[in-house]
């Protein structure tokens, strides 16, 4: 999810480093010992894990950069980048084992700007979404693979077509007054993520590309092709991610000498866009006694697309500089709003206390009519007896 650009010196120090992995395209077995190797070199700041297997068997691994691997540390935030969903479209795939390799080589070297990064947020990196349909393109190789050659995975699935269609569910939604927060984004929020990306590539955001003009080098994607099932409206609307898919190159399988050409332009992008992810508020939302309180649902006055807390009661919220109004609400306790200022440099603590609220029980109903309790006739019929047994 997203950041804002370094001082120039980070950039600088940034642009002195050269990644060791040879410009290549890796096969599997290739692509793993890749990420092993990262891993070796850089043990205490990585970790490797698989979300499971593709359709042929393959491990689905993802590469970990953090000060604390396999931890979520509460107040630090989570990146992810994944790579050749479509098994053709191979140059993401190249450019995330550069980038794995780049940033363990620059956290040895003691670059600040990588170290930094590494330390205040957690990396995913995974570099194949689709190995099965890779190896299928690879065989055939750059020279004669065709326009949809390996773009499915092994069962004939475009992963990008087979999340839960969310879409129709929030129009709906929409439409009997229920939590619908599935909205077109406001202008200036692609001046927040993509034109980060595009303006930090090397040509990127100068608009034309692959015989079509888009303006920054950014588009809106509905507004180029619709598409229903994707996984980046999945994200956005069942998750706490927000996501932007990045067209890297015209060519879907580039040959091997255009690799360090297209690494080098995308190199800085790359980490100035993970940067992104620290622009915003976060904080805490914890009960009277300091308990983390997960599910509390964050709302900023004027965007209608909360966010919710984690286990632990932290969360994020992207945000442009600027000042807002935010809530923070969960079933069983009173709703808090404060205003605050988001700066363009590191993110605001915004932390919440919420206060238990109280059931009150409804009044007790008055007895009504000649109907009496034993006590009420003792206080109302003794008396009574008592002054006329003493009348003369």
Partial sequence: MARWLRPLVGALILLEGAAALSFLHHRYEEMVQALFHV???CPYVTRIYSIGRSVEGRHLYVLEFSDYPGIHEPLEPEFKYVGNMHGNEVLGRELLLQLSEFLCEEYRRGNERITRLIHDTRIHIMPSMNPDGYEVAAK???DS???LTGRNNANGVDLNRNFPDLNTFMYYSGEISGPNHHIPLPDNWKSQLAKTYSYAHGW?????NCGDYFAD???NGASW???????QDFNYLYTNCFEITLELSCNKFPPEEDLERQWMANREALVAFMEEVHQGIKGMVSDENNNGVAGAVISVQGISHDITSGDKGDY?????????TVTASAEGYQPQTVTTTVGPAAPSLVHFQLKQDVVRKPPERKASGTRMNNKALQKKVVPR???RGTQK
């Fill in 217 to 219: 080098g950014i588009t």
């Fill in 225 to 231: 092709y619709s598409l229903s099932k994707g996984m």
């Fill in 145 to 147: 693979n065709g326009y």
């Fill in 385 to 387: 007896a008592t002054r």
């Fill in 39 to 41: 891993q070796s070199q």
């Fill in 316 to 324: 994020f919220r992207l945000l442009l500089p600027g000042t807002y």
């Fill in 204 to 208: 990127m955001h100068r608009g034309w």
């Fill in 140 to 142: 055939q190789g750059p």
